[in-house]
Nanobody, 115 residues
Framework: VQLVESGGGLVHPGGSLRLSCVAS????????MNWYRQAPGKEREWVAV????????DYADSVKGRFTISRDNPKNTLYLQLNSLRPEDTAVYYC?????????WGQGTQVTVSS
């Protein structure tokens, strides 16, 4: 399993970013996928989940209405659209797969929201 995130960067409050996660080594279309984030000095927290093929989604209350998770199964790619960004959204963002009792993580992509 390999998960490779990209798309992070420095953005002003109120700005937007789109994160991507390219997956390989497993049948991407068969698994639900998650985004997590970890801010400096804090524990990693769950952000959003999307089901394998019917697009059912759920979000943490802190991002609901601002972030959108999506996927492109033919491209083996997971996305997270981040809108109306706030300084408290600053974190390393990770895509995640749970399979067979194991958790798989990418290397993360840094999102910094600052004026």
């Amino acid at each position: 399993v390999q998960l490779v995130e990209s798309g992070g960067g420095l953005v002003h409050p109120g700005g937007s970013l789109r994160l991507s996660c390219v997956a390989s080594g497993f049948v991407f279309r068969s698994y639900a996928m998650n985004w997590y984030r970890q801010a400096p000095g804090k524990e990693r927290e769950w952000v959003a989940v999307i089901s394998s093929h019917d697009g059912v989604r759920d979000y943490a209350d802190s991002v609901k209405g601002r972030f959108t998770i999506s996927r492109d199964n033919p491209k083996n790619t997971l996305y997270l659209q981040l809108n109306s960004l706030r300084p408290e959204d600053t974190a390393v963002y990770y895509c995640n797969l749970y399979r067979g009792g194991a958790a798989y993580w990418g290397q993360g992509t840094q999102v910094t929201v600052s004026s």
